[in-house]
């Protein structure tokens, strides 16, 4: 007997057969999926889960950016480097000096950088990407791991804050990952987690449109209070959480509105990237175009987003837990 597609479409986070579809999502290279929503733990996940072949298709070198540094558009790296920078200060404010910090997904290294700057840390980060990775061990003062967080890296109550930026929706076996977390990270430890919010305006808005779906990278996605419930099972308790985001959630809504009138997504964001690759049947006039589309309205959606924000509906947000363990 045939097995339905609904028996057939497992989890991500807690292996239930019971899902309901939602809607489809095209990715870059013109594979279809769809989203569904587990019934159990109402987890968001992408079905059919990506293949290795996949996978490596997405995360080629394109991903990370043509050139040096993963933007090359109108200063776009230099903006990123403020919002790094002022996240490592957040991050010295919660924790003495000499305190281990780990980041999860730590790209070119320069989050932790800004850190080591600020004071004496032992700072460690995780990059499985080849070229992320050999980006960010020019800096010598991280200890850099290549390979998937494992139960067996760090000893038990090890660090003192570990953060995983728009990281989580990424993991291949999240609720296993979680269970590592809340091993190596000491009581009282701080666990940040950024994520994109499926339960925002523009999920439900552009649904397979969204930017922040970023099928196949993307695996998985929570609605916020859902998160919230997941974590105190695992013995967290919620610090604090945020949504307005002046570097991820006003570009959500351009590229998604971008993406309702092209016929490939995220066009304009791999050009950013220096991508001239992808999509090229779009000229430069038309790039132009989009790039003033996106120059002239970023205003006007960082407005929005505080609107977005006071009803806890923005494209993404962030979660400031701590470890309740004894």
Not at 1 to 11: F, L, T, Y
Request: net charge positive.
């Amino acid at each position: 007997m045939v097995m339905s597609e609904k028996a057939k479409a497992i989890c991500r986070f807690c292996g239930s057969e019971h899902s309901d579809s939602k809607f489809k999502a095209i990715d870059t290279f013109d594979t279809l999926y769809e989203i569904r929503q587990c019934a159990e733990c109402r987890c968001w996940f992408l079905y059919p889960p990506p293949t290795e072949e996949q996978l490596s298709q997405a995360y080629n070198k394109a991903y990370y950016g043509a050139a040096e540094e993963k933007f090359t558009f109108f200063y776009v790296e230099k903006l990123l480097d403020l919002f790094r920078r002022r996240r490592a200060k957040k991050i010295v404010k919660l924790v003495p000096e000499h305190s281990s910090i780990l980041d999860i997904g730590c790209g070119n290294g320069d989050f932790l950088n800004y850190i080591s700057k600020m004071g004496n840390y032992q700072l460690y980060g995780i990059e499985r990407d080849e070229i992320a990775s050999k980006r960010a061990a020019l800096k010598t003062n991280i200890h850099l791991q290549s390979t998937a967080l494992s139960e067996t890296d760090f000893g038990e109550n090890f660090f003192d804050i570990i953060t995983l930026i728009h990281v989580f929706e990424h993991l291949w076996s999240p609720e296993q990952t979680l269970s590592i977390i809340s091993n190596i990270l000491k009581p009282g430890g701080i666990l940040i987690i950024t994520i994109p919010n499926i339960g925002s305006w523009q999920a439900k808005l552009f649904k397979g449109n969204w930017l922040h779906l970023d099928p196949p990278r993307h695996l998985l996605f929570f609605e916020p209070n859902d998160l919230i419930r997941i974590m105190q099972e695992k013995g967290f308790s919620l610090v604090k959480e945020q949504y307005f985001s002046i570097e991820q959630n006003p570009f959500g809504v351009i590229q998604s509105l971008l993406n309702l009138v092209c016929k490939k997504r995220e066009v304009l964001y791999e050009r950013m990237k220096g991508n001239m690759h992808y999509a090229p049947e779009y000229g430069r006039f038309n790039v132009f175009v989009q790039k003033a589309f996106f120059m002239l309205h970023f205003p006007l959606f960082i407005a929005t987003d505080i609107i977005a924000a006071l009803f806890k509906r923005s494209g993404t947000v962030k979660f400031t837990f701590k470890n309740t363990k004894s």
